[in-house]
């Protein structure tokens, strides 16, 4: 009891020096867990290529250090390969919860994306970002929240090109009522489950009218039965438009593969870069989580030698997957920790207008763990 | 040697003129010599007007003033959307309305809306499908003294317009299972590349960007960026990079000064051409041009036609007005539009006379005239 309030002493007093109130450390209330869920957990590890390694290795040492009951399984792959390891694969299905680094896929090069392939195999179907404005760090624009859900199976991912004659080649987009009706409903949970109030979806039916438009079918369908969520609809193009002008705007988005992943490297950027927006992949029966959105996941190899990468995405994405596996309290201290060391502004990477390297940051935010 | 010019250009149409002037000159007085020399045999040059519905004929008004005032030696021939299909070319556009532009090879449009119902085609789609119209041209540049988030951006978008997911082949292949066909062919990027490249060197730009997505979507996309390779070594000069799209996104928010030309397939090129005329203050301001072959060149307002405030001499017509000026530009009347386009930024830049959509309280006509007064 008393070693209690002398925390939280410690923590009024640090707070008033610092200006950073607004990041007092709160507590769930009160809790419950079951006897047993403490015992440590399996996650498997992927570092990845480029900056993954880098970022996975900030994961791990956070994780030691906030004394966290998991434990990594780090399995070596990259990009190049044709296929994930078996073995990789049979751990992710044990575990259920994977965190990963980026795996570059080589452009043009007949090797298809080893990202996509781990999402379809175990049946991701949908891929989440968070983004929004990060107190302490300033950005143009203001009042960005923004989750962006999207459907991480078909559509235009779905990989079946062909060379009709020599110059000619076709790529099929293919939207099935099946998978657009499984995001919708996910979308529309996810706003229930987070006192999200509006669902926007994002399309261009009025070109591709049968594939958007069954898309959008599905949506409106689930969305009748969330009367206490509002749900509009907005073409991508005007949407992009107004993600530029007026961000404020939108809430949960919901969309389709490519807008998807071009709405989502949207928002991320305009809420401060995708080196700090956390994010995930998840299906009915497992979880993998990765830096939000996807551009910069491998990053340059000038960042890789100089160890500037930005590791604020992944630590807020494990944070994201601390709450998944319910360890709710170590998930609010990994937050707060982050949080105060971007409001702090002294250890900042390059992406973010700083030198600092990611050790820097690591240590930074193990400093800040309470 | 002046006379010559005006024949060859003339006869061969106004595509080869483009090379002609280059060929010959690098400084705009020997162009403007050129265009003098045009214009002064007195022979104006005619080009089609589409003023459109809603606000498009007060802002079509707007630009015969402006381009009165200037001295712009050009002869509308306005043509307006019908009230009947016209079976030559299934759609509210009459045959003659096409011919028109054809004979021109030069037009102004202004928005149209589609009237819904079956049995026709869109209009925006019989005009690009009859007039070829394969590249789609956006300069997006930051209006000094119209303040926005983004300052500094100064870039141009083309985009190709004529099939990727665009081509608009669709089937249910079962019930709730639906096929989208994406097509991209070696002719079309090739001709688009060869724009792009061509543009950036005639307007002194340095670097051309394609965009892709060819990391998932290989073959399609690997095909757009080889044809751009292929062009690319044609022109030394130019820096050539390839940009994932979703890596073009990030940076065009966060720093959009990192770009120049930006050349792309369909679908890219309208998201990002979108989001580009965003960053700089919306579609209101934002004029396009769409090139088609043989030299023909349609500029359109490329915002919708605002039927809430049609007639009510409301509207801004500073993207008609712009697109007009990347008409001259295309015709090589480059000191008229160089007049024209200063006396725009500068009334704007002012701030005394501009319309609701800027913030500020002055009518289509005042506007205009502040134009017209700033020439």
Redesign the interface.
């Known amino acids: 009891m008393s070693r209690r309030s002398l925390t939280l002493l410690k923590n009024l007093a640090r707070n008033s020096n610092a200006s950073s109130s607004c990041l007092l450390q709160t507590r769930s209330v009160t809790y419950m867990p079951r006897p047993g869920d403490g015992s440590p957990r399996a996650v498997t590890l992927i570092p990845g290529d480029g900056i993954g390694p880098l970022v996975t290795d900030a994961v791990e040492q956070v994780m030691e250090a906030m004394h966290a009951p998991i434990y990594f399984e780090k399995y070596d792959v990259h990009g190049e390969m044709s296929r994930v390891p078996a073995e990789v694969m049979e751990s992710i299905r044990k575990n259920k919860v994977c965190l990963k680094g980026g795996l570059k896929?080589?452009?043009?090069?007949?090797v298809?994306?080893l990202n996509?392939q781990l999402r379809k195999e175990l049946d991701l179907f949908a891929s989440l970002v968070n983004c929004f404005n990060l107190p302490g760090l300033p950005t143009?624009?203001e009042n960005v929240d923004i989750v962006v859900i999207r459907e991480n199976t078909e559509g235009?991912?779905a990989?079946l090109?062909?060379?009709v004659v020599?110059?000619?080649?076709?790529?099929?987009?293919?939207?099935?009522?099946?998978c657009s009706e499984r995001i919708a409903k996910y979308a529309f949970e996810y706003a229930y489950l987070n006192n999200r109030k509006k669902v926007t979806a994002v399309h261009?039916a009025n070109?591709?009218?049968?594939?958007d438009g069954?898309f959008l079918e599905s949506c409106r369908e689930v969305a009748k039965k969330y009367p206490g969520i509002t749900y509009n609809e907005i073409i991508?193009?005007?949407c992009?438009?107004?993600?530029?002008?007026k961000p404020e705007q939108f809430d949960v988005m919901v969309t389709p593969n490519?807008?998807g992943?071009?709405v989502?490297?949207?928002a991320?950027?305009?809420a401060g870069?995708?080196g700090v927006m956390p994010g995930g992949n998840v299906g009915a029966d497992h979880a993998v989580f990765e830096q939000g959105?996807?551009?910069?996941n491998v990053g340059k190899d000038k960042i890789v030698r100089e160890n500037k990468a930005n590791p604020v995405a992944l630590l807020l994405s494990s944070a994201m997957m601390l709450r998944h596996l319910q360890f709710p309290s170590f998930a609010d201290r990994l937050e707060t920790a982050v949080k105060r060391v971007i409001s702090d502004g002294k250890c900042r990477t390059k992406d973010l207008g700083g030198q600092s390297t990611t050790q820097e940051v690591v240590d930074a935010v193990i400093a800040n763990l309470e | 040697m002046t006379m010559a010019a005006t024949f060859a250009k003339r006869l061969i149409g106004s595509r080869s003129s483009q090379i002609l002037c280059t060929v010959n000159s690098t400084s705009s007085t020997a162009s403007t010599s050129v265009a003098r020399a045009f214009c002064s045999s007195t022979t104006p040059i005619t080009a089609t007007l589409f003023p459109g519905d809603g606000i498009g004929p007060e802002i079509a008004e707007s630009v015969k003033k402006v381009f009165t005032t200037a001295g712009v030696p050009i002869d509308w021939e306005e043509h307006y959307v019908g009230t009947e299909i016209d079976p030559r070319t299934q759609s509210f556009l009459t045959w003659e309305s096409l011919e028109s532009v054809r004979r021109n090879k030069v037009g102004l449009k202004g928005p149209m809306a589609t009237p819904i119902g079956k049995g026709h085609r869109s209009l925006n789609l019989t005009l690009r499908k009859e007039l070829n119209l394969y590249a789609n041209v956006r300069p997006c540049y930051s209006l000094p003294g119209y303040k926005t988030r983004y300052d500094d951006v100064n870039l141009i978008t083309i985009r190709e317009n004529t099939e990727g997911e665009y081509s608009g082949l669709e089937h249910q292949v079962v019930r709730g299972v639906v096929e989208s066909l994406k097509i991209i062919t070696r002719q079309a990027s090739l001709r688009v590349a060869e724009y792009a490249f061509h543009y950036a060197k005639t307007h002194g730009r340095e670097r051309v960007s394609a965009i892709h997505k060819a990391n998932i979507m290989q073959k399609t996309d690997g095909l757009f960026l080889k044809c751009c390779r292929e062009v690319a070594e044609k022109y030394p000069e130019i820096t050539y990079e390839e940009v994932v799209i979703d890596n073009c996104c990030m940076m065009l928010v966060k720093n959009p000064a990192l770009f120049d030309v930006l050349v792309m397939p369909n679908l890219y090129g309208d998201i990002i051409s979108d989001l580009c005329a965003g960053l700089v203050g919306g579609l209101g301001l934002t004029p396009s041009c769409n090139i088609g072959e043989d030299g023909v060149a349609l500029a359109e307002a490329v915002h919708g036609s605002a039927p809430d405030i049609a007639g009510k001499n409301l509207a801004n017509p500073t993207a008609l007005l712009l697109s007009g000026v990347m008409m001259l530009r295309h015709l090589k009347l480059n000191e008229q539009a160089e007049q024209i386009h200063s006396a725009i930024i500068n009334t704007i830049a002012e701030g005394k006379y501009r319309t609701a959509d800027l913030g500020g309280t002055s009518t289509t006509t005042e506007f205009t005239k502040a134009i017209c007064d700033h020439l």
């Open positions: 896929t080589p452009v043009g090069g007949g298809s994306s996509v143009r624009h235009e991912y990989g090109e062909h060379e020599p110059g000619v080649v076709e790529s099929l987009k293919v939207i099935t009522k099946f261009k070109i591709m009218k049968l594939a069954l991508v193009d005007n992009c438009m107004q993600l530029v002008a490519l807008y992943n071009l989502a490297n949207t991320a950027g305009i870069g995708t959105a996807s551009a910069g």
